[in-house]
């Protein structure tokens, strides 16, 4: 499963880092691709309990905007309105 996310703003190079090591501690998460002012989340098909609150979590954590996400909470029955996940 491909999530294409705006990229967020990195104050220092210490940010950039903690937000790839937040990407990289996602259980399913496969690759990750700069794409201009975006990046491409991939992650296993075959989701983990924990993956879909850690997506949510970067989202949440580094103000990216949860629209990208909005197809991933249908497919697995979740409601992210008010800007939490709700199971």
Known sequence: MKI????????????KEQFFE?????????????????FLLEVDNELENETIPKIFALFDDWNIDK?????????VGMDF???SVKQ
């Open 4 to 15: 294409l996310l705006q990229a967020p703003s990195f104050s220092a190079e210490q940010s």
């Open 22 to 38: 937040a990407v990289y501690d996602i259980p399913a998460y496969k690759s990750i691709k700069p794409m201009g002012s975006h």
């Open 67 to 75: 629209s990208p996400l909005e197809a991933l909470s249908q497919l």
């Open 81 to 83: 309105s008010q800007g």
